[in-house]
């Protein structure tokens, strides 16, 4: 099918919970003023740590985003910023399911995969594992005094996808995503896809994720991917910097709703901007990164432009995956320069991270609405930190401030473990009319 003959796709509303606000507004304001979300972590005590500094979301009130006491029993923190985010991008768009639309509603969600608590972890070897291993007999005959039912269904990977469709009643297509770092892009790229197909005529679509707890720590400060930088928070996070040395945790939520462009223009809903294509592979090199010559994300980049029924001279921004690692930035900007070719020096290119740090199967997501949001306010967000430029890493990474730019065409890139790699193409209004 041409790109002229499928659906279109529009933005008609974004939520945001990120550690630089709370909603879009704060977010966006923050990220434009230069602010960091960073800092030592106070969910629990990292003194122990080699890293004790990481992005959290602050002042975050529970009741504000699930009204129901009971919900709230089956809720992890993160999935809390789900239902905050959601609920934002519904109101947003104006639009949300009714009886009459419930089945032509979907949801494609990126999730984390830290599900199980750590206090659980704790009190589990307490009760029944006090030697290093599990006491089979004691766990059937008092597993009650040590796990509730409502605290093991709040452990499930889905239980956030179960409380969106219970909080909005959507009866169509469902997917929880989980590839790691590209959850977040690839749950808007399967959205995309649905509406395209004729499959829903609404999407509530997201990420979100915190691996700010004891385990995730323990696990990225055991692969040497997490900055030390603990007494300069603020600018331990500085992708494509000669001096980086890994990337902050971060944590939060990004949503979207979704919906088939003529009918949102029929509706008279403020559209952000056009999901306009996708791109996604799997690289084979190593579980935790890429090869530095860009393999694996120059096929995810040339597909998300092609499946836009762009060209490469119409992109005008890409918000990079940009970690602040040593092997994702140099593997980036090679794969930018392999894919633009000559071009490469003169697009523009940033990464929030440096703002906001890592906010892994979320990042796609919330960076993704970061590119819409771009566009829709004719303004690039710029790399933090970026003071002394690795030679290898030779890009126009808006390291001066927040840059004016119009907009037409605009790329996020997310680069999870694994290897699985997720490029989306967003496109303004303007030039999805013309």
Known sequence: MSTTERRSVAITGIGMVTPLGLDVPSTWQSLMEGDSGIGPITGFDASGFP?????????????????????????????????????EAIQDAGIRPTHATSERWALSCGSGMMTTEF???????QEVATDG???????????????????????????????????????????NLHTACSSGGQALGLAMRLIRAGDADFVLAGGYDS???????????????????NDFPDRASRPFDRTRNGFVLGEGAGFFVLEEWQAARERGANIYAELAGE???????????????GDGPIQALRAAVADAGENLDTVDYINAHGTSTQMNDLCETNAVKAVFGERAPSVP?????GQMGHLIAAAGAVEGAICALAIHHGTAPMTANLVDPDPQCDLDYISEGCRPLEIDVA????????GSNSSLAFRSSRRCEQ
Do not use: W
Not at 136 to 157: D, K, M, N, T, W
């Open 51 to 87: 890293t004790r500094i990481a992005a959290e979301v602050k002042g975050f009130d529970p009741q504000s985003a699930v009204d129901d006491r009971k919900s709230l029993k089956y809720t992890l923190p993160f999935t809390r910023f789900a239902l905050a985010a959601a609920e």
């Open 119 to 125: 206090d659980f972890l704790q009190r589990f070897q």
């Open 133 to 175: 291993e599990p006491d089979l007999a004691r766990l059937g005959a008092e597993a009650e005094h040590f796990i509730s039912a409502p605290e093991f269904a709040r452990q499930r990977v889905v239980s956030g996808q179960a409380l969106l469709h219970q909080r909005y009643g959507i009866r169509g297509y469902s997917a």
């Open 211 to 229: 691996m700010i707890t004891p385990v995730g720590l323990t696990g990225f400060c055991l692969l040497g991917a997490v900055s030390p930088d």
């Open 279 to 293: 791109g996604n592979s799997l690289s084979s090199y190593r579980i935790t990164d890429s090869h530095p010559s």
């Open 349 to 353: 290119v940033s990464s929030t991270k």
């Open 411 to 418: 790329i996020s890139n997310s680069f999870g473990f694994g």
